[in-house]
């Protein structure tokens, strides 16, 4: 079975910065046939869309809140996906989880909660003011 499990989650001042892996296990998993995107939810909240990369790695997306901060990376020899995250604010609190795209070989990237399956468990990130 497909598992993605994410680290790097921590407490940080306003300001600073931390840096997420998503890490695949599987026998015959390989992300580098999916796009991958990175998810938050802060409590009492819908889960967002952060960051997506596509296969290649030569697609990436970002909302408007992040762009510019946020930068999706991956390692398809290492099957991980990162998320660095720079100039953090308290409004970046949350769950962050990362997913893989259901559509195997996506040309370009998606941006919606239900074009993602395989999700991970989380990482808390806070960001204190």
């Known amino acids: 079975q497909v598992q993605l499990v994410e680290s790097g989650g921590g407490l940080v001042q306003a300001g600073g910065s931390l840096r997420l892996s998503c890490a695949a296990s599987g026998r015959t998993f390989s992300i580098s046939r999916f796009a991958m995107g990175w998810f938050r939810q802060a409590p009492g909240k819908e889960r967002e869309f952060v960051a997506a990369i596509s296969p290649s790695g030569g697609s990436q997306s970002y909302p408007d809140s992040v762009k510019g901060r946020f930068f999706i990376s991956r390692d398809n020899a290492k099957n991980t996906v990162y998320l660095q995250m720079n100039s953090l604010k308290p409004e970046d609190t949350a769950v962050y989880f990362c997913?893989?795209?259901?559509?195997?070989?996506?040309?370009?990237?998606?941006?919606?909660?239900?074009?993602?399956?395989?999700w991970g468990q989380g990482t808390q990130v806070t960001v204190s003011s």
């Open positions: 997913a893989a795209d259901r559509v195997p070989y996506r040309i370009g990237v998606v941006t919606t909660t239900g074009s993602y399956g395989n």
